[in-house]
T-cell receptor, first 112, second 113 residues
């Protein structure tokens, strides 16, 4: 069976500090991978998606970046966090050609 | 476009009543739709899906209706229970990529015991 992991589960960071959130998928090959952000009480905002190693598409210009160094690993990064980066970050995967998304448990980021 | 900056609409339902959650989708070319349930502090989970060649699909206590004429999707929950309290998102497969799904703004369902 397939599983998706995210860590850390929660994170509190000062403004201006760097960020690295990791997502890994097990039990499948060549998944499509996605990063979403969800502000409190709001919907899902697609940040990045990837259809393969080293292939990243950005949906929203911002101070975040994403990388996919391995087939089943997706990393969300920032060099300098802003207060507005606070939120609930969700990683998801789909099978190639599939639309049903499987979500990870999420990382709650608070920037102070 | 996305409504991620808006506060979620809310729906309050008495326990045991039926719930109807509505969603308007944007792309008439979308051919696959999904409803997700997100409990507090967790990632969204798949509930039910429907393809554009269908008008209705039923699951356990849930029914999805699709009206392509007006680009409207609804989720009906029968005999709503406290455990149904969550945020519900509709999603459509996007126009620019077969593999990219576009989420609606979500509806927060509260079940009154």
């Amino acid at each position: 069976s397939q599983t998706i992991h995210q860590w850390p589960a929660t994170l509190v960071q000062p403004v201006g500090s760097p960020l690295s959130l990791e997502c890994t998928v097990e039990g499948t090959s060549n998944p499509n991978l996605y990063w979403y952000r969800q502000a409190a009480g709001r919907g899902l905002q697609l940040l990045f998606y990837s259809v393969g190693i080293g292939q990243i598409s950005s949906e929203v210009p911002q101070n975040l970046s994403a990388s996919r160094p391995q087939d089943r690993q997706f990393i969300l990064s920032s060099k300098k966090l802003l207060l507005s980066d606070s939120g609930f970050y969700l990683c998801a995967w789909t099978r190639t050609g599939g639309s049903e998304q499987f979500f990870g448990p999420g990382t709650r980021l608070t920037v102070l | 476009g996305e409504s991620v900056g808006l506060h979620l609409p809310t729906l309050s339902v008495q326990e045991g009543d039926n719930s109807i959650i509505n969603c308007a989708y944007s792309n008439s070319a979308s051919d696959y739709f999904i409803w997700y349930k997100q409990e507090s502090g967790k990632g969204p989970q798949f509930i039910i899906d429907i393809r554009s060649n269908m008008d209705k699909r039923q699951g356990q206590r849930v029914t999805v209706l699709l009206n392509k004429t007006v680009k409207h999707l609804s989720l009906q929950i029968a005999a709503t229970q406290p455990g149904d309290s969550a945020v519900y998102f509709c999603a459509e497969n996007g126009e620019t990529s077969y593999d990219k799904v576009i989420f609606g703004p979500g509806t927060s369902l509260s079940v009154i015991p």
